[in-house]
């Protein structure tokens, strides 16, 4: 009953917000000059956009004319001033906070969050809320967990997601989320898994998940699956029982588990299947496209799908060409990186991803996150993509099998490391085959400027490159399984990583 009041509650409060975005996706155009023009009002008193002559008044066709596309690398001398000159240089208002990025790629950015961002972020959680609880969520006990995220740093810090939302819902959410105490969250990654996993063990009536890479909850159930004896001395006699049989009946340590929500789409679906396999009795809701610079999607029960924030987020879509359209002129199952405007003062910023349009929902395309745009590895000409590795791998490995390709830069000639959990000698010959597709590749090999592929086995593969990149700084909730590691600097740190393991490589005779 408790659980039901405060859905009650949280779908009232969100009511509103979400009346307004049905509307808004009822008239996609319309909204999307709406949302330019107001963030334009907001935006043209700051000194980047008096740079570029932008007026209060301008129109979408006049604001694309003057202010020109850009990447992170452009806007860091800005918000560098930013972070020392006050309000007024890039972001509209006061500035709150400066947030570091959270993807995998190595590069660390900060951006500038202002009270109207944050607003948007808050929006897109109301939105979602209203559309579960209207739709597809009947809850009881109301228990949720929330990711908690720890980022090891010579300081420490563990980040909360439900920080995003307002001080009264965080108040209202509070008696139901589910965690480890403010001690358990800031230690070590073996403490931290030990903490969160005895948190879970223990609620036996937990009902929503919310986390955001799949890979982060699956790396947890493997931990209570390696550590069961140690952890089941911590719970009450009937909980202990379900650890003691085999395999572990994950179903009924939480019967009353109906969401998992986490990402789904591109490199996350493979981990995402395999949760679902093990958790069968929840719903599992791929989420929308909510990078660090924006909130960009949100996923609708109804619509199947994720649908872009038109009234918060002004988006521009890039297809192969170079072609820049707007939201509403996008075409079905087409592949578009993606251009935002948003809030916190990033205007026709390169957000890096690549965004496939499934379909539409009322007057809005539907848009599935399909990958980065810059996820590619060249170390001698061979521009490896994310997208050939994955599907090399897709081809070689077991559905359930981990695989992560590794650039060995300190190698002479340089090549690449596969980090896999799976057994086959002839891997490395057979992962050549597949590579040598892409002519780059194939050409590089043929001129000696790449060796072969080598092969590293290791039965707790991903665990291991997960400790690493959260040692490495990354927050352990944002570590999705990708398939290529471009980064070059994270690469060789890994290297170095696996080496002080002992690991030792397997590459097959005769490849080359």
């Known amino acids: 009953m408790i659980g039901a009041l405060g859905a009650a509650l949280v779908r009232a ?23 330019l023009a107001r963030l334009v009002h907001s935006a043209a008193a700051t000194e980047y956009a008096r740079q570029f002559g ?27 001033r930013a972070r020392t000159g006050g309000n007024g240089v890039l972001a509209p208002g006061r500035i709150r906070r400066f947030e570091p990025t959270s993807g995998s790629g190595g590069v660390n950015k900060l951006i500038p969050y202002n009270d109207a961002l944050l607003e948007s972020f808050r929006s897109l959680f109301a939105i979602w809320a209203h559309d579960l609880l209207g739709q597809a969520l009947r809850p009881r006990s109301g228990r949720v967990f929330i990711s908690v995220s ?33 001690h358990g969250a800031q230690a070590d990654p073996l403490s931290f898994r030990d903490a969160l996993a005895l948190a879970l063990l223990r609620c036996a009536d937990l009902e929503i998940i919310s986390i955001w890479s799949p890979t982060y909850l699956l790396v947890l159930l493997d931990h209570i699956e390696a550590c069961r004896e140690r952890l089941a001395k911590h719970l009450p006699i009937r909980r202990r029982r379900l650890l003691e049989l ?30 679902a396999r093990r958790l069968p009795q929840a719903l599992m809701q791929g989420k929308g496209l909510l990078a660090t610079e924006a909130p960009v999607t949100v996923p609708l029960v109804q619509a199947g799908g994720c649908v872009p924030l038109v009234d918060e987020v002004f988006i521009e879509l890039e297809d192969a060409h170079g072609s820049l359209c707007l939201l509403h002129e996008a075409c079905p199952d087409r592949d578009y990186a993606l251009l935002i405007s948003q809030a916190g003062g990033l205007l026709r910023y390169r957000l890096g991803d690549r965004v496939r349009v499934t379909g539409h929902w009322r007057d809005a395309p539907l848009l599935e996150f399909a990958g980065r745009v810059d996820a590619v590895c060249d170390l001698v000409g061979e521009k490896l993509h994310e997208d050939q590795v994955a599907g090399a791998l897709r081809s070689l490995l077991a559905p359930d099998a981990y695989g992560l390709l590794v650039p060995v830069v300190t190698a002479i000639p340089p090549c690449y490391r ?20 892409g002519h780059r590749y194939r050409e590089a090999r043929a001129l000696g400027q790449l060796a072969a592929p080598q092969l590293i086995v290791l039965a707790d593969a991903r665990r291991v490159v997960h400790d690493f990149l959260i040692a490495d700084g990354m927050a352990a909730g944002d570590i999705k399984d990708t398939a290529l590691l471009y980064s070059l600097d994270r690469a060789t740190r890994l290297s170095a990583a696996l080496d002080d393991l002992g690991c030792e490589t397997n590459q097959r005779k005769g490849v080359d």
Request: glycine share 4%.
């Open 13 to 35: 409060w969100s009511a509103p917000r979400a009346a307004r975005f049905a509307a808004a996706l009822g008239a996609c155009e319309t909204t999307q000059r709406r949302t």
């Open 54 to 80: 932008l007026r209060p008044e301008d129109d979408v066709d006049a604001f694309r004319a003057k202010l020109p596309p850009v990447d992170y690398a452009a806007l860091k001398p800005w918000i560098a």
């Open 418 to 437: 596969l980090v896999t959990d799976l057994q086959d000698p002839h891997l490395p010959e057979r992962l050549d085959r597949a590579l040598q597709a």
């Open 246 to 275: 085999e395999p572990i009946p994950w179903p009924q340590l939480w019967p009353r588990l109906r969401l998992v929500s986490c990402w789904s789409a591109a490199a996350a679906a493979a981990p995402a299947q395999q949760l």
């Open 150 to 182: 720890p980022r090891l740093s010579p300081h420490g810090e563990a980040r909360h997601d439900a920080d995003y939302l307002g001080g009264p819902l965080r108040l209202l959410l509070a008696p139901f989320l589910v965690g480890p105490d403010r």
